[in-house]
């Protein structure tokens, strides 16, 4: 069983940065596509985006391309979302998900949370004044 952790939420001013973490405990991320998930208030969960299990392939959706990173160590055993520009429609709870192997990453539907194994507790982020 695979348990996930989010870190690195917080308060942030509009046009800030933040970069949300992600590790596992019990099973390693490796050979886990990994997901990225927002949930703001009165809204449902949207996916942000998602990664390969090696780190090579990532997908955004419009609102966050150009502006969020997606990226893995490894060594670490850590998934990251590194987030710049942050605008106040990005606040919400953020959250991890991970699935085994490639292929839901390459049917096309990653940004969809019912693919997902596992996920974590959520970290908050605020984008306000």
């Known amino acids: 069983q695979m348990r996930l952790v989010e870190s690195g939420g917080g308060l942030v001013q509009p046009g800030g940065s933040l970069t949300l973490s992600c590790t596992s405990s019990?099973?390693?991320?490796?050979?886990?596509?990994i997901g990225w998930f927002r949930q703001a208030p009165g809204k449902e969960r949207e996916g942000v985006t998602c990664?390969?299990?090696?780190?090579?392939?990532?997908e955004y959706v419009e609102s966050v391309k150009g502006r969020f990173t997606a990226s893995r160590d490894h060594a670490r055993n850590t998934a990251s979302l590194q987030m710049v520009d942050l605008k106040p429609e990005d606040t919400g709870v953020y959250y991890c998900?991970?699935?085994?192997?490639?292929?839901?990453?390459?049917?096309?539907?990653?940004?969809?949370?019912?693919?997902?194994?596992?996920w974590g507790q959520g970290t908050q982020v605020t984008v306000s004044l």
């Open positions: 998900a991970a699935v085994a192997g490639d292929a839901y990453f390459y049917s096309g539907n990653c940004h969809s949370a019912g693919g997902y194994e596992y």
């Open positions: 019990g099973r390693s991320l490796d050979y886990h596509v």
């Open positions: 990664i390969t299990a090696a780190g090579g392939g990532t």
